[in-house]
């Protein structure tokens, strides 16, 4: 929540109106708090925190089980408290067998984001759309799914778990196996059924003809582009574009720090300048040093109000 800002209802309430009201409901992804609000700015209902955009973004480091829960649980606390929409965060492999699953929701579910997604991967894990990956045993599979939905009714029957299964890809995987994997862990009590990474129209047709429950679909990597009409049209209820903000955002800090380094402060006052004319208009209202002086003037003493008269700087408007 954005700060002073209470949110009303649950997350998982919210989120599930959403799903209710969307079809499909569209979904980025972020990486970290900032980005959140970015996509919150720009009109988005719900967001992603993206596993493989917070290992990069927060450690540097490649989505391969590298990220551990407490790092996770904190980037997806700092995103769920720093917007108002509802956050799917991904939870990985849930960080161990189903009795480490359980702690996951536990600790998921306290920093305040509507759901999560776990997944079948043989831990350590890697990105979905990476070869090399495996899954583990049906019954473990199940058994995993069973242990987050339990954990989930036990605490917050409102929070959304989303079954993931990378079986299509995984070596020696198929889509029979996933659709079989897809069945069971909505058997077990999963919200909406993840079929990692198919391959084609055809092989995402066939995942909404036969699993028996809500659709999660992450467009990246190897799966087909398409439009929201032609999702709507195979049922799919939610989509995710994960990398989309993180792609983008990369190429325009390498373009920057290579200006950077070749004009130095030029480059610095161009960018300052350009800022000021975007829709964001200034740097220090879109962080919410306005919000700032709005609480000092509601919740500190009158004299507090002083310093703001002969200070150099960015002046905050209480006002706005």
């Known amino acids: 929540m954005r700060l002073g800002q209470a949110q009303i209802g649950r997350p998982g309430e919210r989120l599930r109106a959403l799903l209710d009201a969307h079809k499909p409901l569209i979904m980025p992804g972020c990486y970290n708090a900032l980005s959140a609000r970015l996509l919150e700015d720009a009109g988005f209902e719900s967001v992603y925190m993206s596993g493989y955009g917070t290992s990069l973004g927060m450690l540097g480091l490649p989505d391969a089980g590298l990220a551990t829960l407490t790092e996770m649980v904190l ?15 991904d939870a990985d492999t849930g960080h161990g067998n189903a009795i480490n699953t359980v702690r996951c929701v536990e600790e998921f579910i306290r920093s305040g984001v509507a759901g999560i997604h776990i997944e079948d991967q043989v831990a350590p894990k890697r990105c979905g759309h990476v070869a090399g990956r495996e899954v583990i045993g049906r019954a473990e599979a199940v058994a995993k799914i069973r242990a987050a939905s339990d954990t989930r009714s036990a605490l917050d029957p409102s929070f959304v778990i989303v079954a993931r299964t990378d079986s299509r890809g995984a070596h020696g995987g198929s889509m029979e196996e996933a659709i079989w994997r897809a069945n069971a862990f909505l058997d077990a009590g999963a919200d909406l059924a993840f079929v990692e990474g198919p391959a084609s129209e055809e092989e995402l047709a066939r995942i909404t003809r036969e699993v028996r429950g809500r659709i999660f679909y992450n467009m990246t990597g190897i799966s087909p582009r398409l439009s929201a009409e032609q999702m709507a049209e195979l049922g799919i209820s939610l989509c995710i574009l994960p990398g989309a903000l993180l792609r983008h955002s990369i190429m325009a800090m390498a373009d920057l720090a290579a200006q950077l380094r070749s004009e130095g402060p030029l480059a610095e006052s161009g960018i300052d300048a350009r800022f000021r004319q975007h829709r964001l208009g200034n740097l220090h209202a879109f962080a919410g040093f306005n919000e700032i002086r709005a609480l000092e003037a509601a919740y500190l003493p009158e004299e507090a109000q002083e310093k703001y008269k002969s200070g150099l700087g960015h002046m905050p408007n209480a006002a706005e």
Not at 75 to 89: D, L
């Open 75 to 89: 980037n997806a606390k700092n995103i769920a408290s720093a917007v108002r929409v509802p956050v799917i965060a």
